[in-house]
C-alpha cells in the first residue's frame, strides 16, 4: 500500500466515503461530518454497488463503512478489500454495534495497514470518529480492546512482511537501522521503511514517544507467547 505523505494529509480536509446501512443514523453522521473542516464528505450511501461504482472512489483518503450492510449486499470486510482494489491507498474504518472480535483476521496480512475496527458507541464524540479517520488514512491501523483480543501473538506477526520480520529481530537486539541495513544488504532507506511499517502493525495507533522501544517490546512479547505456546 502507498500510503500518501503524512504532511499532504495533515493540512487538507481528508475526503471521505461513507457506507452505512442505517438511513437514520447516516442522516445523522452525515450532517456531523460534512460540518466538521477537518473532513470532507464526497460520499454518502447505503448502497455498496453505489459506493464501488463512484469516481469518489480514486480520490478518497478513507472510507467509513458499516459492517452489515444488507443480506443482499457486500458486508463491510468484502466491501472494504473490494474499493482498495480502486484504490490501493484507501484507509478503511469498520464501524460497527456487532461484534468485531476476530474481524482483523478477515483481512489478507499483506493489506492491513491502514484498517481500523471501531465499535459503534454513542459515547465516543464526533470529533474522537474523525481522528481515527484522518489517522487510518494515513495507514495507522486502530482496534479497539475487543479486536486486539481477538487477535492473538502469531495474527501479529504474520501482519509482518517476512522483511519487516528479519528488521525487527535484528533491531530487538539493539541493532541501529545502518547495522541492519549492512547486515541485509539493504539500504538504510529501505530498512526505516521497513521499520517504520513494522511499527504501525506491533503498536498500531501509538505515534507518541520511544516508538522503537515499544515496537521492539511488542515484536519481544510476540516471540516470548509463541515459544510458551510451542512447548505446551
Known sequence: ??????????????????????????????????SSPDVELTLSTG?????LGSAKVQQADVALLDLALGADQLNGIDLGLALREINPDLGIVIYSQHSLKNLARRVPE???????FIPKSGEMEVAELIEILRATARGIALMSEEVRQGDDAGDLLEALAPRQRAVMALAATGLSAPDIAQRLGLTQDSVRKD????????????EGGDLRTRAVLAYLRIMRDQAWDDTR
Do not use: C, F, H
Not at 6 to 34: C, F, H, K, Q
Not at 47 to 51: G, Q, Y
Open 1 to 34: 500500500m502507498g500510503i500518501q505523505p503524512w504532511e499532504t494529509l495533515l493540512v487538507r480536509p481528508s475526503r471521505v466515503i461513507y457506507v452505512e446501512n442505517d438511513p437514520a443514523l447516516r442522516g445523522i453522521m452525515t450532517r456531523a461530518l460534512s
Open 47 to 51: 448502497d455498496a454497488v453505489e459506493a
Open 110 to 116: 499483506n493489506q492491513r495497514m491502514g484498517w481500523s
Open 195 to 206: 521499520l517504520s511499517k513494522a511499527y504501525r502493525v506491533l503498536v498500531p495507533g501509538d
